[in-house]
């Protein structure tokens, strides 16, 4: 098991403790603990194989932030299945996919968020099969975002290509201004040796590592950095 995801993460037993508010006319929560039921049954029935899980809550336990990782074929990334669900009405109950960094244990998500369920009356019946429908999209999104990563790491970057893509993501707001110092210094010396060299590859790195810095909710919210990235290597005709 590599460092950790999160810097302030719970334990699976520690989410499922969190008590489930009663049901409205409107509002029909679902447990923690069976949203993570549903999610790992769909993984099961892809043919897949969860084989790391990690999770963070905030708001007093009633925003539940998670990551469960899967067994894959690339040498450098495994599939990541973000989770995110709340029962204050914060957040619908959503998976994203994307890849964890061997090297690094750094998240890369997708903008796309795979499926988005609000919490009305049929959520948990509906639930299993709009997980199933995401498996079934799921190759062709991985295969597309794998594609993507290999033009990131054959994308060389001079320093102005390098700012450009820097302002960009404070521009459009997947990434704040406050940590671009922060990012500028992964940029400059990263971390791991693999990030040496001058590359798009290693440049959203720069990005990632920073973003394990912050909170579970912040993380997420960067699910547009991947999406920016490939705007502007076309923007750069990279």
């Not at 499922?16 to 508010?21: G, K």
């Not at 539940?64 to 914060?90: P, W, Y």
């Not at 990005?207 to 923007?235: I, W």
Request: charged share 20%; glycine share 8%.
């Amino acid at each position: 098991m590599g460092t950790s995801l999160f810097g302030n993460g719970v334990t699976e037993e520690q989410v499922r403790a969190i008590p489930t508010p009663a049901p409205t006319s409107t509002h029909y929560p679902i447990a923690h603990g069976d949203f993570i039921d549903q999610t790992e049954m769909g993984i099961s029935r892809a043919g897949l194989t969860v084989n790391r899980k990690e999770f963070c809550m905030a708001n007093n336990g009633s925003q539940l932030f998670g990551v469960m990782m899967c067994d894959g074929d690339s040498e450098s990334t495994q599939l990541a299945l973000g989770i995110r669900h709340s029962h204050n009405k914060s957040l619908s109950g959503s998976i994203g996919c994307g890849n964890n960094v061997f090297v690094c244990d750094n998240l890369i998500f997708s903008a796309e968020v795979i499926i988005r369920r609000k919490h009305t009356r049929f959520m948990a019946r509906d639930l299993p099969g709009m997980i199933d429908g995401m498996f079934d999209k799921l190759p062709g999104m991985v295969e597309s975002q794998d594609e993507q990563i290999e033009r990131f790491k054959a994308a060389k970057l001079n320093s102005l290509q390098a700012a450009f893509i820097m302002v960009s993501t404070i521009k459009r707001g997947v990434f704040p201004g406050s940590k671009l110092g922060a990012v500028l210094d992964q940029w400059e010396k990263p971390n791991h040796d693999a990030f040496l060299p001058r590359t798009a590859w290693s440049l959203l790195n720069s990005y990632t590592q920073v973003n394990k810095t912050r909170s579970a909710p912040m993380q997420f919210e960067s699910s547009g950095l991947f999406q920016l990235f490939t705007d502007r290597l076309d923007a750069l005709s990279l």
